[in-house]
């Protein structure tokens, strides 16, 4: 396994610039991607930057660490690897089809942290390539917080790995619960505070140059508009959260939440829910939480 650390991360521009110029790489097979882990070995929680990221995604300051901004961090690794040659595939078209998160303990602005990103599981889908990315945050050498993003390689031919099958299968009843406005601006904002500045999310202009007719709102920034819903207004010490994303939500727009509530094992609260248009007969994400 090789180990490549990252004390300084280059600036948003100089990410996107590097993942920019590996854009010439083809959609070619592989058997399994390298091994290779990325670390920021120490990243302290900002608890400006975590009252910007709340802000934006209309989490409560009750809430403290929100369960999905732990997923901020990684990004400056998460760009270093699609720019490298240990990455075979480019960051622009690669789809994240799906994404998991397990906190393990509460996080704490002022926490001192390790960041990793580890390579993954290929899986095979009917579009192309699947990969997986394993992220983790540790605190005095303990698993805290820990995540898995599911990225499609569209176009790759004779894909590798068993076949992708969705985790979320449960068919249950949903109800509409609340509605939210994502703004034409929200992927400007979002792309600030998380440095993720790709032209599809941030101008219809820009967003055209990509195939797109409208920007799109980020799947991570609707993933976390929908939990700061569905959260209580407390800071959580356990939660899981697993969601897949479905269709683009173009901005600007109306998108309504749905969910229904159970008992789930061990966590004492759970939540099958939804994020669909304005109507509710378009799925733009889907997911399940689970807490206490």
């Known amino acids: 396994m090789k180990t490549i650390e990252i004390n ?21 097979a592989v058997d399994a991607l390298p091994e290779v882990t990325l670390v920021r070995p120490q990243v302290v929680l900002d608890v400006a930057q975590i009252a910007r990221y709340a802000q934006i995604c209309g989490f409560h300051a009750a809430q403290g660490v929100p369960l999905s901004y732990p997923q901020m961090l990684t990004f400056p690794l998460l760009m270093a690897f699609f ?29 001192s942290l390790r960041v990793e ?14 990969f997986e990315l394993d992220l983790r945050i540790l605190r005095a050498e303990e698993l805290v917080w820990e995540a898995t993003q599911t990225l499609l390689r569209i176009g790759v031919k004779a894909p590798a790995g068993p076949a992708y099958a969705s985790s979320l299968t449960q068919d249950l009843p949903l109800s509409h619960q609340a509605d939210f406005l994502a703004p034409a601006n929200i992927g400007r904002r979002y792309g600030g505070v998380s440095d993720d500045m790709n032209p599809i999310h ?15 709102a980020h799947g991570l920034w609707t ?9 209580p207004r407390e800071a959580l010490t356990q939660a899981e959260l697993t969601v897949e994303f479905k269709t683009p939500l173009f901005l600007p727009a109306r998108a309504t939440l749905w969910n229904t509530r159970e008992i789930k094992g061990s966590l004492q609260r759970a939540a099958l829910f939804e994020v669909r248009n304005a109507k509710g007969d378009k799925l733009h994400l889907r997911g399940l939480l689970a807490y206490r």
């Open 8 to 28: 300084q991360p280059p600036s948003a521009a100089a990410s996107f610039l590097g993942v920019l110029l590996a854009s010439r790489k083809q959609a070619t």
């Open 83 to 111: 720019a490298s040659g240990d990455c075979p595939w480019p960051a622009m078209g690669t789809v994240h089809l799906a994404n998991r998160i397990v906190q393990h303990q509460r996080l704490n602005a002022g926490d």
């Open 117 to 130: 990103v580890q390579t993954g599981r290929l899986l095979a889908h009917e579009k192309g390539q699947i």
């Open 202 to 216: 941030l101008s219809a202009l820009s967003a055209r140059l990509f195939g797109f007719r409208r920007a799109i």
């Open 223 to 231: 993933q976390a508009r929908a939990l700061a819903a569905l959260l």
